[in-house]
């Protein structure tokens, strides 16, 4: 159980990872917080964006679409292993996902199989989209997966987290794939790693 950290001290250790980070906008204001709570936080989402070019995949994760509106995230990690700040605070990226898997983040332990829709994720998790079609076939660049890594471990790092809270979509809510193209328990070995 942690409150989120700031605006300011998101930038400072995701820049403090070894990260480039590029301050979209209004980023630091731009949310959801009107429509719910943000916090306490107990994790990190990873997602695929199922989108083609980085300035577009920008553009779509900080205004959203019609029926989801934006922030989608609050950093977007394109192909050139960028981070791009879109928005901080609630985020329109989790949805509803599992509460025994919510239980597990926050324990730390092996994840359970994700079979329900109960819980509010957009309060609870720090949220990354990567840019990546999300088809399976579409290469993860390694400067890319070694963003991903960094910009979690970031976030674990301040918090006092470790690998196992960090979860993909598709561990959270049924139905989702995402991330695809890699394997979550991977990435979590990396961050492990890292974060020795
Ligand atoms: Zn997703």
């Known amino acids: 159980m942690a409150p989120p950290m700031s605006a300011s001290a998101f930038l400072r250790v995701l ?3 070894g990260l480039t ?3 979209v906008g209004d980023w630091r204001d731009h949310n959801r917080n009107h429509k719910g709570p943000w916090g306490p936080v107990h994790g990190v989402m990873i997602h695929h964006t199922v989108t ?3 300035a577009r995949t920008v553009e779509i994760c900080r205004k959203g679409y019609a029926g989801l509106p934006g922030p989608l995230c609050h950093g977007v990690i394109t192909k050139d292993g960028r981070v791009h700040l879109v928005g901080y605070g609630r985020a329109n990226h989790a ?4 509460d025994e898997v919510l239980r597990a983040v926050i324990a730390e332990k092996r994840l359970p199989k994700d079979n329900e829709q109960n819980t509010d994720g957009n309060r609870h998790f720090y949220g990354f989209e990567c840019e990546n079609l999300g088809d399976g076939e579409d290469p993860w ?3 890319q997966l070694e963003a ?18 960090v979860i993909g979509h598709k561990e959270w809510q049924p139905g989702k794939v995402d991330p695809r ?3 979550m328990s991977s990435m ?3 961050i492990r790693d890292r974060l020795k």
Not at 95 to 98: C, E, K, P
Not at 152 to 158: F, N
């Open 15 to 17: 820049k403090a990872e």
């Open 21 to 23: 980070v590029v301050e």
């Open 52 to 54: 083609k070019g980085s």
């Open 95 to 98: 949805g509803l996902g599992d």
């Open 141 to 143: 660049p390694a400067a």
């Open 148 to 165: 991903i890594e960094r910009a979690a471990a970031a976030v674990c790092r301040h918090h006092g987290w470790n690998e196992r809270s």
């Open 181 to 183: 193209g890699f394997t």
């Open 188 to 190: 979590r070995n990396r």
